[in-house]
T-cell receptor
């Protein structure tokens, strides 16, 4: 079965600093990989997705992620954090049939 | 049609009561999914439909849970004899099956259920 591990349940950065949220997956087939953001009491908004095209994927709000097959990783980065980036971030892998398997989430705090 | 709609946004119910949630997907999407999210956790898959056919159910979906999508459009999720452990956010998502785009999921804002 496919699974996702997000390293670090909470990450804190200063405004303007680099954001790095880690995600490792396991899959026996080429995966589809996703990053979602969730604000309090809201649904999930898609940041970006990997669908076996370019390994460096650019998303909304300045986020990007790089698919590294050898490391089974799909880490999310943003060069400069903004206060509005504070939220919960979820990495997910698509299993056969299209359902998503989510990681436990990483809460990002941004300090002024 | 701007997104996935869920109704109600919040539901407080007494233990033992039945509740029903509704999800209206994006009209051209043929797949509809239900997920449950408890506090501090990632969403967990419950079930999904392709058109009106329910193709998969998670073991999380006990006999007290039932989902329908009668005409391949909106879907309902019913929980019978609610328990406190059912308190969670119930998320609906829809997608268009397209291998090229890797299943473009769109999530609704969720229904938060509190069982007291």
């Amino acid at each position: 079965a496919q699974s996702v591990t997000q390293l670090g349940s909470h990450v804190s950065v200063s405004e303007g600093a680099l954001v790095l949220l880690r995600c490792n997956y396991s899959s026996s087939v080429p995966p589809y990989l996703f990053w979602y953001v969730q604000y309090p009491n809201q649904g999930l908004q898609l940041l970006l997705k990997y669908t076996s095209a370019a390994t460096l994927v650019k998303g909304i709000n300045g986020f990007e992620a790089e698919f590294k097959k050898s490391e089974t990783s799909f880490h999310l980065t943003k060069p400069s954090a903004h206060m509005s980036d504070a939220a919960e971030y979820f990495c997910a892998v698509s299993e056969g049939g299209g359902k998503l398997i989510f990681g436990q989430g990483t809460e990002l705090s941004v300090k002024p | 049609d701007t997104g996935v709609s869920q109704d109600p946004r919040h539901k407080i119910t007494k233990r033992g009561q039945n509740v029903t949630f509704r999800c209206d997907p994006i009209s051209e999407h043929n797949r509809l999914y239900w997920y449950r999210q408890t506090l501090g956790q990632g969403p967990e898959f419950l079930t999904y439909f392709q058109n009106e056919a329910q193709l998969e159910k998670s073991r999380l979906l006990s006999d007290r849970f039932s989902a329908e999508r009668p005409k391949g459009s909106f879907s309902t999720l019913e929980i019978q004899r609610t328990e406190q452990g059912d308190s969670a956010m119930y998320l609906c998502a829809s997608s268009l099956v397209d291998i090229r785009t890797g299943y473009g999921y769109t999530f609704g804002s969720g229904t938060r259920l509190t069982v007291v």
